[in-house]
């Protein structure tokens, strides 16, 4: 079965603290993987996308990178804010016809000022 | 680019009513859409895919009859949830693909049945 995990639930941290969520899956046969961002009841944010290829993409203060072999993503955000509190998404893509998305259990971030 | 709406945002019904929400690619065409749900506290669950002009596969555990699906043009998908119950009450969120691989989300529906 086709998992992703994300490790931690919830993370609380300072302003201006870097920190890194974690996110593994168990079927190493992605296609791409990608990093969604989504404030309370509200829709989704894409911040990064992974290509199976690629074993990391950054964009401003955002870094995910990607070891494969391993069943691994990490997010890794520097000089955390208030403004980036919210739930963290990884989702794994997985080839064929279709190409479901398959999202991780999500990290509840907040930054305190 | 790449925006895709959903219609309504939220919406209250009462239970043994049907409830359609619609899934709209603004400026692109999207030859598949999907259709997740999500609880609250909890993740995003894929319920349905489909592609413009044929039937909708459903994840297993989706009844298709419950929950009806109709891609009819490039642009718009709808889903219906038929006699709804208090326990159909989620967040109803579609994404659309183009003729790349990325996906891009709605802004979601809060469904509510009473």
């Known amino acids: 079965k086709q998992e992703v995990t994300q490790i931690p639930a919830a993370l609380s941290v300072p302003e201006g603290e870097n920190l890194v969520l974690n996110c593994s899956f168990t079927?190493?046969?992605?296609?791409?993987l990608q990093w969604f961002r989504q404030d309370p009841g509200k829709g989704l944010t894409s911040l990064l996308l992974i290509q199976s290829s690629q074993r990391e993409q950054t964009s401003g203060r955002l870094n995910a990178s990607l070891d494969k072999s391993s069943g691994r993503s990490t997010l890794y955000i520097a000089a955390s804010q208030p403004g980036d509190s919210a739930t963290y998404l990884c989702a794994v893509i997985y080839g064929g016809a279709t190409n479901k998305l398959i999202f991780g259990t999500g990290t509840l971030l907040a930054v305190q000022p | 680019g790449a925006v895709v709406s959903q219609h309504p945002s939220w919406v209250i019904c009462k239970s043994g009513t049907s409830v359609k929400i619609e899934c709209r690619s603004l400026d692109f065409q999207a030859t598949t859409m999907f259709w997740y749900r999500q609880f609250p506290k909890q993740s995003l669950m894929l319920m349905a895919t489909?592609?413009?002009?044929?039937?909708?596969?459903?994840e297993q555990g989706v009844e298709k009859d419950k929950f009806l699906i109709n891609h009819a043009s490039l642009t718009l998908s709808t889903l219906t949830v038929t006699s709804a119950h208090p326990e159909d009450s989620s967040f109803y969120i579609c994404s659309a693909r183009g003729h790349g691989h990325e996906q891009y989300f709605g802004p979601g529906t809060r469904l509510t049945v009473t």
């Open positions: 489909s592609n413009e002009g044929s039937k909708a596969t459903y």
């Open positions: 079927d190493s046969a992605i296609y791409n």
